[in-house]
């Protein structure tokens, strides 16, 4: 049986979430990079480090989703339309 898991616990497993501090190290002083709770940010915005594909994964999961109030270009167009 599968239990459902917290978020954190997703973001520890996943590697969309997964932050390299080998590749963050020059960016942490030239970008004012802040560590909260383990994880990098810049401007309260969270740092993805990663492949490609796994940045693309996170913008889609965070901000495209109808509960971020974004449909996307065409669903907003249809709606204002």
């Known amino acids: 049986m ?4 917290a978020q954190e616990e997703m ?3 996943d590697p ?6 080998e590749v963050l190290k020059p960016w942490i ?4 990079l802040k560590k ?3 994880t ?3 401007d309260g915005r969270r740092v993805v480090t990663g492949k490609v594909e796994h940045k693309r ?3 889609k999961v965070h901000h495209d989703a109808p509960t971020y ?3 996307g270009i065409t669903k907003t167009h249809q709606l204002v339309s």
């Open 11 to 13: 973001e520890a497993t």
């Open 36 to 38: 909260i709770e383990g």
């Open 29 to 32: 002083d030239a970008h004012q």
């Open 2 to 5: 599968r239990r459902i898991m």
């Open 40 to 42: 990098w940010y810049k």
């Open 69 to 71: 109030g974004h449909p």
């Open 57 to 59: 994964t996170f913008i």
């Open 16 to 21: 969309v979430y997964a932050q390299d501090e």
